[in-house]
């Protein structure tokens, strides 16, 4: 079983940044596509960001120009540079890992995730 562990959430103000970090605990353990989803107070899980093995990435119309992807498959380590934020990105943040390949249209879809991790919380206020 892979564990995902997340860090790096916090509270800021509106504007500030933050950069959020997800590890696995399995060094051997290669994902083909890692991705951030988030899930606002009364809200539905949304995806943010995926990133694939060769350092392709995928943003959603909310959070592109503002929040960067980027994998370092050395340290099996998922990050999300977040600039910009808005008190609208109050949300837990998951970092998910899928090991198969997933076309374009599902890669937002949470469902298609195999593993997950417990989430770190971002609070930005006005």
């Known amino acids: 079983q892979v564990e995902l562990v997340e860090s790096g959430g916090g509270s800021v103000q509106a504007g500030g940044s933050l950069r959020l970090s997800c590890s696995a605990s399995?060094?051997?353990?290669?994902?083909?596509?890692m991705a951030w989803f988030r899930r606002a107070p009364g809200k539905e899980l949304e995806g943010v960001a995926v990133?694939?093995?060769?350092?392709?990435?995928w943003y959603t119309d909310s959070t592109e120009g503002r929040f960067t992807v980027s994998r370092d498959t050395a340290k099996n380590t998922l990050y999300l540079q977040m600039s910009g934020l808005k008190p609208e990105d109050t949300a837990m943040y998951y970092c998910?890992?899928?090991?198969?390949?997933?076309?374009?249209?599902?890669?937002?879809?949470?469902?298609?995730?195999?593993?997950w991790g417990q989430g770190t919380q971002v609070t930005v206020s006005a």
């Open positions: 998910a890992a899928r090991t198969a390949f997933l076309p374009v249209d599902a890669r937002f879809l949470d469902n298609f995730y195999d593993h």
């Open positions: 399995r060094h051997s353990y290669s994902a083909h596509f």
């Open positions: 990133a694939d093995s060769a350092g392709s990435t």
